[in-house]
């Protein structure tokens, strides 16, 4: 519960969460939708390919990435349930999501479709649903919001940790870079392939990028720094 502040006039709002309708929603609710939700599949059909979000700008100093809150968007509705870390659960988050979606909050985390994590809260993950050997789409897909998110072919990201991913809709291998308070959260992804076709799914976001982390891929964690022209290979340690 929000702290009620003193002497502040009502038509004051520099000292209270944005309200529902201040944050953004969908250009054409039909068309924008559709075009994020291609977008989405395709980076689920391609992981660890950072791709961009076209979307209004968040209303100022909320915790969220435009990333984030356009996934919730296209793919949140009356019967999608939510999660939110403590630290993102701020900025009128939940009554946005709720008005905008229609989807509900809920606090148990094995009862969430999506959480919304940072890095902080990956380093001591609840327990989601994972789904099981008939329902393996049972799960809950994590929705992270990072300092930083790049690749190695693409979008640079500095003094970035390097997580070699592969598995289907990878060819060869991809190389996705992180801030390095991922560690935790690549760790928990990686092990993935010892529940498989159970365990998590991860859209992992920055700003307006994102890029997305099925169950299926496999993850390596980069050690070292790689040539200028990105010829050479850093050595590799398994998460």
């Known amino acids: 519960m929000h702290n009620i502040l003193t002497n ?59 990333a984030a809150w356009g996934t919730l968007l296209a793919l949140c509705d009356l019967d999608t349930r939510v999660w939110i870390a403590t630290e993102l659960d701020r900025d009128g988050m939940a009554e946005a999501i709720a008005f905008h979606t229609g989807a509900r909050i809920v606090t148990q985390a094995d009862q969430a479709d999506f959480a919304l994590l940072t890095p902080q809260s990956c380093q001591n993950l609840p327990c989601f649903a994972e789904g099981s050997d ?77 890029a997305a982390i099925p169950r299926s891929t496999r993850i390596e964690h980069l050690v070292g720094m790689a040539s200028m022209d990105g010829t050479s290979a850093p050595a590799e340690e398994n998460a």
């Open 8 to 66: 502040v006039e009502p038509h004051d709002q520099r000292f209270h969460d944005p309200r529902p309708h201040d944050w953004p929603a969908l250009d054409d609710a039909v068309h924008h939708g559709q075009r994020l939700f291609r977008q989405l599949l395709s980076a689920m059909a391609e992981p660890g390919t950072v791709t961009e979000f076209s979307l209004s700008p968040l209303p100022k100093g909320v915790g969220l990435s435009r």
């Open 134 to 210: 008939t329902y393996p789409d049972r799960s809950t897909t994590l929705l992270v919001v990072l300092e930083a998110l790049g690749s190695a072919d693409g979008r640079r990201v500095n003094n970035a940790d390097r997580w070699r991913l592969s598995g289907p809709g990878i060819l060869n291998t991809r190389v996705l870079e992180l801030d390095a308070a991922a560690g935790a959260l690549m760790t928990r992804l990686t092990a993935n392939r010892d529940s498989f076709p159970c365990g998590l799914d991860a859209i992992l976001t920055c700003s307006g990028h994102l």
